[in-house]
């Protein structure tokens, strides 16, 4: 997921243990609450949404859960609509800026 955000200059975090993590759209890693309370939110749920508009079930904006259960298909698939969700979250931060 940074890969994939760097490649297209998009400040993201992935912050989390394990299986369980989440996207923060942020300069720096927050390392406390008051630190993710200054992350784009906004983009963090448009890219949530845009996710789910590619079918994958994600809780828009919030935490999400890995599991063993996902072959590496899935997760190749996974990274595939990520991707797709950057490429419209970048789309729609430019059409902002155009505005």
């Known amino acids: 997921m940074r890969e994939l955000a760097a490649a297209r200059g998009i400040p993201l975090q992935v912050i989390g243990e394990g299986p369980v993590l989440q996207i923060v759209f942020a ?5 406390d609450y008051v630190a993710l ?20 079930f994600v809780n828009p904006g919030a ?6 259960a ?7 698939r996974t990274l595939e609509i990520f991707s797709a969700a950057l490429d419209t ?5 430019n059409a902002t800026a155009s505005d």
């Open 63 to 68: 935490k999400l859960y890995l599991s063993l």
């Open 37 to 56: 309370l200054r992350a784009d939110r906004e983009r963090a749920v448009r890219f949530g949404l845009a996710c789910l508009e590619r079918g994958l």
């Open 27 to 31: 300069e720096e890693e927050p390392r």
């Open 89 to 93: 979250v970048l789309s729609d931060a």
């Open 70 to 76: 996902h072959s590496e298909a899935d997760i190749a």
